[in-house]
């Protein structure tokens, strides 16, 4: 069983920064695609970035390409989210996820979860 553990969360103003991190633990990272979705009040959880192991395909939602960034390092089993110019906009609790395979933006293709860190971006 992989445990994903999110920590990075807290309050920016718009056009700062923040940065996420995701680790995980349990069996092997190795083959583990890592994404990040996140969800705002009364809204529905949305794909933000997905990352396959290899990082041979990444992919990210409209609203955040240019401004953010994945990665990870697989030596420590960890994904990152970079935050960059950041606006109210993107305020909302981020989620760790993962599956075994491709990357994908559905939220039901991912079965496992972290329990969500809180970004809040002030105007």
């Known amino acids: 069983q992989v445990h994903l553990v999110e920590s990075g969360g807290g309050l920016a103003q718009a056009g700062g920064s923040l940065r996420l991190s995701c680790a995980a633990s349990g069996r092997a990272f190795s083959s583990l695609t890592m994404a990040w979705f996140r969800q705002a009040p009364g809204k529905e959880r949305e794909f933000v970035a997905a990352s396959t192991y290899s990082g041979d395909t990444i992919d990210y939602a409209d609203s955040v390409k240019g401004r953010f960034t994945i990665s990870r390092d697989n030596a420590k089993n960890t994904v990152y989210l970079q935050m960059n110019s950041l606006k109210p906009e993107d305020t909302a609790v981020y989620y760790c996820?993962?599956?075994?395979?491709?990357?994908?933006?559905?939220?039901?293709?991912?079965?496992?979860w972290g329990q969500g860190t809180q970004v809040t971006v002030s105007s």
């Open positions: 996820a993962a599956r075994y395979g491709g990357a994908w933006r559905s939220l039901g293709a991912y079965d496992l």
